[in-house]
């Protein structure tokens, strides 16, 4: 969950969590009714994302997968579209318990930790 804290002079964007920029190295497969889509940032309520297929409707039946460490999760989901911008689509979780959300949210910060370890074994 995003904090609540106060910084003078710093605007709140609104965001209702922290969103993780996801590339081809993060071990993380989303699919929406059974089609893999290319996703583009993803947080604990949602996620935005690119997709060939031609989407209609509102509610769609999603499955996310991902990596903790050596232990991989697969959670199932309904993924609510809230709106499209040129090729992106933007997308909220529905249907995940409280344990999901966590493990969503222990999975961002496993990730970050991991991808700051990572750069500093290069230098």
Request: net charge positive.
């Amino acid at each position: 969950m995003k904090p609540r804290i106060h910084i003078p002079d710093c605007a709140d964007s609104g965001r209702r969590a922290y969103r993780l920029q996801v590339d081809n190295t993060t071990p993380l497969i989303v699919r929406l009714g059974g089609d893999p889509v290319r996703v583009d940032n993803f947080s604990t309520t949602g996620l935005a994302f690119f997709t060939e297929t031609q989407l209609t409707l509102q509610y769609y039946p999603g499955q996310l997968k991902f990596r903790i460490g050596t232990r991989v999760h697969q959670l199932d989901c309904t993924l609510q579209l809230v709106r499209k911008s040129g090729a992106l689509w933007c997308a909220n979780f529905s249907g995940l318990s409280v344990r999901e959300q966590r493990l969503l949210s222990e999975f961002i910060s496993w990730y970050q930790a991991e991808t700051i370890r990572n750069k500093y074994r290069k230098v």
